[in-house]
């Protein structure tokens, strides 16, 4: 009986390292920082070509939920200014589970510190963006002058959401 149930934990340890990966953080973090790169560098094909066919982008503001080409059409004046965003990671955490990836970083842009999160997926062998959120950090000191600053505009974007 013993050896039944050594066994039986040792094939439960050999299943659970044969199903264990590690998380691809060096191909994930590259090409974090080259889709960060290319929008500083205002390229957007390359942009546009690190996310999936099927992308979605959701802004900082409340009616940025975009799909793919919808953000390409929003994004695309900025990239032919020759300069579109500037984001710089300060912080980032990465997770794995089965293939799928995700990430939070801390961010240094114009807007200040922002915190970005997304879901990486392999397309054609590479890791690619499929969802991205980009937010604001506000301190919590501060949330509560924020929420009063945008309080109206909050109000009646509630509005026209439920009556929609």
Same mark, same amino acid.
Request: glycine residues 4%; contains cysteine.
């Given at each position: ?7 039986? /934990? ?17 191909? /994930?973090?590259?090409? #974090? ?22 992308? /979605?982008? #959701? ?47 801390? %961010? ?24 991205? /959120? ?11 002058? %924020? ?10 974007? #509630?509005?026209? %959401?439920?009556?929609?």
């Amino acid at each position: 009986m013993r050896n039944f149930i050594f066994l039986a /934990v040792l094939a439960g340890l050999i299943t659970s390292c044969a199903n264990y990966q590690e998380i691809p953080k060096q191909a /994930v973090e590259e090409t #974090i920082d080259q889709w960060h790169e290319a929008a500083a560098q205002a390229d957007f094909e390359k942009y546009f070509g690190l996310m999936t066919s099927n992308a /979605v982008f #959701i802004g900082t503001d409340a009616t940025e939920n975009w799909q793919l080409a919808e953000f390409k059409a929003f994004a695309q004046p900025f990239f032919d200014r020759g300069k579109a965003w500037s984001f710089t990671s300060l912080e980032r955490n990465v997770y794995s589970e089965n293939e799928v990836v995700y990430f939070d970083e801390l %961010l240094d842009t114009q807007m200040g510190i922002c915190r970005g999160s997304g879901v990486l997926i392999k397309e054609n062998g590479k890791y690619k963006i499929a969802h991205y /959120v980009l937010s604001i950090a506000v301190p919590n000191d501060n949330v509560e002058n %924020l929420t009063a600053l945008k309080k109206n505009w909050d109000m009646q974007y #509630i509005d026209q %959401l439920r009556n929609q």
